[in-house]
């Protein structure tokens, strides 16, 4: 099973960007579709956006479609999210997940997870 790490999140200014990145560990990462997910403060965890294990799919919320965007160098066994014209409602923990067999929207269909990396977004 991969491991992963996320990284990028910070502070920024509403109408700014972030480029996030989830670092996996393991040969097999190729394998895996990975999704990210958010959760602030007392809210549920989100759907943002999924990529198959080959790049060729993709899928977004529709509060984050034409906004950010999903993508994988699998050569590095990375995940990015670039998140760009950034609103205080994006504002939370974003976490990126990754399954072998799962592609899709639920959080709990993925089996590896990563600690997570706060985005705040000041209006």
């Known amino acids: 099973q991969v491991q992963l790490v996320e990284s990028g999140g910070g502070l920024v200014q509403a109408g700014g960007s972030l480029r996030l990145s989830c670092a996996a560990s393991g040969r097999t990462f190729s394998r895996y579709n990975v999704g990210w997910f958010r959760q602030a403060p007392g809210k549920e965890r989100n759907f943002v956006a999924v990529?198959?294990?080959?790049?060729?799919?993709?899928d977004y919320a529709d509060s984050v479609r034409g906004r950010f965007t999903i993508s994988r160098d699998n050569a590095k066994n990375t995940v990015y999210l670039q998140m760009n014209s950034l609103k205080p409602e994006d504002t939370a923990t974003y976490y990126c997940?990754?399954?072998?067999?799962?592609?899709?929207?639920?959080?709990?269909?993925?089996?590896?997870w990563g600690q997570g990396t706060q985005v705040t977004v000041s209006s």
């Open positions: 990529i198959s294990w080959s790049g060729g799919r993709t």
């Open positions: 997940a990754a399954d072998e067999r799962r592609y899709g929207r639920n959080w709990y269909e993925f089996v590896a």
